[in-house]
């Protein structure tokens, strides 16, 4: 980047009031508008501002507030003003919200682990007297065993 371009950066993003730079730079303008080629950008700048300033001031035709629209501005800024804009959502309440399903889930599946489980087991201790649900487990786990997958 040159210093041409680096100023010109500068001078397109804090414009010409001085006020308006950050101290670091107000400190080296001076210096920067030593250069000759720094001092005619800013003083192109400076003029197309004063020519956008005029145009307001003759497109506004020189309006005034009245001391009403003052007085109801004084008040509505000094008035607590609501947030629009909805708040992130809090981690906390986030995992309050899925805890309850995360832990549904995890017992679902501790039951049907435990039914399956015995319904191996009990398979042979009842034999074919016994009533009970058979899920099949010793069918899936003989077919889950074999190379056919």
């Known amino acids: 980047m040159t ?3 680096g100023f010109s950066t500068l001078l397109a993003r804090y414009g010409t ?3 308006d730079w950050p101290r670091r730079y107000r400190l080296v303008l001076p210096l920067l508008l030593s250069i000759p080629a720094n001092r ?3 003083s192109a700048l400076a003029a197309e501002e ?3 300033e005029n145009l307001f001031q003759c497109e506004s035709g020189g309006l005034e507030m009245s001391s009403a629209l003052m007085q109801r501005l004084a ?3 000094e008035r ?3 947030n629009v ?3 992130p959502a809090n981690d906390e309440l ?3 919200r899925l805890l309850p399903i995360g832990v549904s889930t995890a017992m679902a599946s501790l039951v049907l682990g435990v039914a399956v489980g015995f319904s191996d087991v009990s398979a042979p201790l009842f034999g074919d007297d016994a009533q009970y649900v058979d899920l099949g487990s010793v069918e899936a786990s003989a077919w889950l065993q074999s190379e056919e997958l």
């Open 3 to 5: 210093q041409q371009s």
């Open 17 to 19: 009031r001085r006020e």
């Open 40 to 42: 005619d950008s800013w």
């Open 50 to 52: 004063k020519a956008l």
């Open 75 to 77: 008040v509505i800024s």
């Open 80 to 82: 607590p003003q609501q």
């Open 85 to 87: 804009l909805r708040e």
């Open 94 to 96: 986030a995992l309050r």
